[in-house]
């Protein structure tokens, strides 16, 4: 398991194929293993490198004190320990947020970026009365005694989910840090990364599955397109919020012939 230390904390992360760096980065309750669909399809044309951010799988813990930009920092490091140049880095829900505080403070280490399913944080994408019910109801759940913490996150699938994705999602909720996830949503309320999107300079793709409850195409996906300068859309239909298990296939195909046609 390669692994990078960033000011005391060590953050773990898979690295397979050979190729181009895709980075990838995951959402909320889950780590790297969010990600096995696409390691075990791209890994044939791309180094296909997930971590797991600060404070959630194998990586340290984090202070409540910890920010965006550390968090993107941590994320830079990991990009420069893989060693292969500029990377496609690949951020879905929580996890786009955090990349694109990568690109601010690091556009150095970015090839293109591709955003799915995701936000600019809440406070940019979605509506004050939103961001209050999502806060209040993150707070509920956290308020519970430790040995009855069990994380969700309502309206991740469009449909009926896969089994084996439901799960892998237990799997990874069981594993979840109550106080890790303070920290996390703590930011992600606060969170608002509108002035960043007309700067940015790369190539990006704006992945969203269409019936996405979570980060709807209107009004967030049109947010990005309609802010970023070289962005493209693709909506993968009857899908949800957590498009790269709910549709692999497709979610996979899209982002292989992006990032062949920008390697």
Not at 202 to 225: C, I, K, M, N, Y
Request: net charge negative.
């Amino acid at each position: 398991m390669p692994a990078v230390r960033v000011d005391g904390i060590e953050v773990a992360y898979d690295r397979v194929g050979q190729g181009p760096p895709l980075v990838l980065a995951h959402g909320a309750t889950a780590d790297a293993r969010v990600f096995r669909p696409q390691a075990e399809d791209l890994a044939d044309e791309f180094s296909v490198v997930a971590w797991d951010e600060p404070g959630a799988g194998r990586s340290s813990d984090v202070p409540p004190s910890f920010t965006l930009a550390d968090y993107a920092r941590c994320l830079a490091a990991v990009v420069e320990d893989v060693g292969l140049g500029p990377a496609h880095v690949l951020g879905t829900s929580w996890g786009g947020t955090v990349v694109l505080e990568l690109y601010r403070h690091h556009a150095e280490l970015v090839r293109t970026l591709l955003l799915v399913d995701t936000y600019a944080g809440w406070k940019g994408s979605l509506p004050a009365a939103e961001v209050r019910s999502r806060a209040e109801g993150a707070e509920r759940m956290l308020a519970v005694p430790a040995e009855a913490f069990a994380p969700t996150m309502p309206g991740l699938f469009a449909g009926r989910p896969p089994a084996e994705a439901v799960r892998l999602l237990s799997v990874m909720s069981a594993d979840t840090r109550a106080q890790s996830m303070r920290t996390q949503l703590t930011v992600m309320v606060e969170a608002d990364l509108r002035d960043l999107l007309p700067k940015i300079g790369v190539p990006t793709l704006l992945l969203w599955g269409e019936l996405d409850a979570r980060s709807p195409v209107d009004p967030v996906a049109h947010q990005f397109l309609e802010a970023i300068p070289r962005a493209m859309l693709v909506v993968l239909p009857g899908v949800g919020h957590l498009s790269n298990i709910e549709a692999p296939e497709p979610f996979n195909r899209t982002v292989r012939e992006f990032c062949r046609a920008h390697s």
